[in-house]
């Protein structure tokens, strides 16, 4: 796929996000830019203390531009690079980047209240959201491309899940969280390629669920 960055200009965006957040913490932390306090400082998911202070929410947003590491962070930007130009060309970049980052929200909720004693990080969370995204498009709608990326993103989606049992170090937790964004955003968002695909019924119920599954878990953090 060749790169347009006139009909790609939110991929390059949060690219350029991505690299300029991973450069400066090399450039503050330099051999420890993997450390969990280099992680933390530049906005990593720490449940433990956004639970203890509301002032901290910002983190819900902010770990979907931190890596921890050169291959955390090679892997996730080429898979950004190639991913989100298609999931651009989908939904247009306004709804790209709603996808985009309500998928790591909902990732980072989801870490928030199931795994709030470890730092985390990284834009797999809305990655995998786009994965999800792409799934349902591929599964409801009518076009042969879709569908069969959709069916490579399935087992793409499986495998990866397996997987992440096996890697104590990889918040499974996020990218569950990140599914189920991705998936309820492919039905709310409107796409340019079946515009007509989800009825308003439809998605209003998937905007229904995302906000009561989203403010649930806020609250429940929030209630101890």
């Not at 969370?125 to 490579?152: D, E, Q, Y």
Request: hydrophobic fraction near 55%.
């Amino acid at each position: 796929m060749n790169y347009n960055l006139k009909r790609n200009p939110m991929t390059f965006f949060l690219l350029s996000i991505t690299v300029l957040v991973f450069l400066s913490m090399q450039l503050v932390y330099g051999k420890f830019a993997s450390s969990s306090q280099a992680v933390y400082q530049f906005g990593g998911m720490f449940g433990i203390l956004v639970r203890t202070d509301f002032n901290q929410l910002w983190r819900l947003v902010t770990p979907i531009f931190v890596h921890i590491g050169w291959e955390h962070f090679l892997v996730n930007s080429f898979t950004l690079f190639f991913v989100g130009q298609l999931a651009e060309s989908i939904w247009g970049s306004k709804n790209f980047l709603l996808l985009y980052i309500l998928s790591g929200i909902m990732g980072n909720i989801f870490t928030l209240q199931l795994t709030p004693n470890v730092i985390a990080a990284g834009a797999s969370t809305s990655l995998f959201g786009l994965f999800a995204a792409i799934t349902v498009l591929g599964v409801f709608g009518k076009n042969p491309l879709i569908k069969s990326m959709g069916k490579n993103y399935q087992a793409l989606i499986v495998i990866n899940l397996i997987m992440n049992l096996f890697m104590p170090n990889v918040g499974i937790v996020g990218h569950l969280g990140g599914l189920i964004g991705g998936a309820l955003g492919a039905v709310f968002l409107a796409n340019n390629l079946e515009k007509t695909l989800f009825s308003k019924r439809k998605r209003l119920v998937a905007v229904l669920f995302f906000l009561v599954i989203l403010l649930g878990l806020l609250a429940l953090a929030y209630s101890h």
